[in-house]
């Protein structure tokens, strides 16, 4: 006998292929540090705090998906098994003791076991350790400025770039930091309340006008790496992004030494390439 397939089945099965076509050719195409088209899983990691996250999430799936499909298979059993056609006399049963005790115990068992992850993430995140580098992030309307008081005390401002991609996340002035150091980012905010945020890097933290708060990041990669302001500070909120280059010890320091002569003014907005001094 043979099968086949009508047009249904066919459209059905095209919409199937295409869908995961776009969704693994998406995931296939993203690129370091920036978002990518159809993307359905987190950016790819750039420090240890974002392995961390990565982890941890991936953790709670397995765990959420095993538990969604414990309470399907008893959904399944009640229905089949207990169901007015199987048991036309009802059971009178009102109490059993060891299932309540189960259904207690195991409920906080697994709540322990979240915990304990999540507060060893959440100590990783807020215990800043001993900075190589301290850089001032100040959210404007709408931009951000960057200050390094280690190195020289410049400052700079950051706005978006039209001509710049990816679209909407360039900037003309990129916050540059070198690979495998502990950079200590202090924040705030000069007007209203904005946010510090770099999926790559599992950073994100509130801009608060009179505030410094403060968060850290040691960048495993060199490249760029993109974020955005992630509260809604105004009109313009979708268009000052975040941009770090993460540059080698010896870009880094020729950079600085651009950057001084460029910043030495203070509100200049002349971008300091990371190859070094230009004649």
Same mark, same amino acid.
């Given at each position: ?18 869908? %995961?076509? %776009? ?18 899983? %987190? ?50 049963? #009102?109490?059993?003791?060891?299932? +309540?005790?189960?259904?207690? %115990? ?18 990783? +995140? ?11 992030? #100040? ?91 992630? +509260? ?24 600085? +030494? ?22």
């Amino acid at each position: 006998m043979k099968m086949s397939m009508g047009p249904v089945g066919r459209h059905l099965l095209g919409l199937a292929v295409a869908g %995961l076509t %776009l969704a693994t050719g998406g995931a296939a195409s993203a690129e370091l540090g920036q978002p990518a088209a159809w993307e359905w899983t %987190l950016q790819q990691s750039g420090s240890p705090v974002m392995d961390n996250i990565v982890w941890f999430h991936n953790f709670l799936f397995v765990l959420i998906t095993l538990i969604t499909l414990f309470v399907l298979a008893l959904l399944v059993i009640v229905v089949v098994k207990f169901n007015a056609r199987a048991n036309p006399v009802p059971s009178r049963t #009102t109490h059993n003791t060891l299932i +309540e005790v189960a259904w207690t %115990l195991v409920p906080v068992l697994i709540l322990v076991g979240i915990s304990v992850p999540s507060f060893r993430l959440l100590f990783l +995140e807020l215990d800043v350790p001993k900075a190589d580098l301290t850089i001032k992030a #100040t959210g404007k309307q709408w931009y951000w400025s960057y200050a390094y008081p280690d190195n020289g005390k410049f400052e700079f401002d950051s706005l978006m770039a039209q001509d710049k991609q990816p679209r909407l996340l360039g900037v003309d002035n990129e916050m540059v930091v070198p690979v495998n150091k502990v950079v200590r980012v202090q924040v705030t905010g000069a007007d209203v309340i904005h946010a510090f945020a770099l999926p790559s890097f599992g950073v994100k933290i509130d801009a608060i006008p009179g505030r410094l708060n403060e968060t850290w990041f040691k960048a495993t990669k060199t490249g760029m790496f993109y974020g955005q302001c992630s +509260e809604l500070c105004g009109k313009d909120h979708a268009f000052m992004p975040i941009a770090i280059r993460v540059v080698s010890d010896q870009e880094f320091a020729s950079w600085v +030494e651009t950057a001084k002569k460029k910043y030495a003014s203070g509100g200049t907005s002349t971008y300091a390439s990371t190859a070094g001094p230009t004649q």
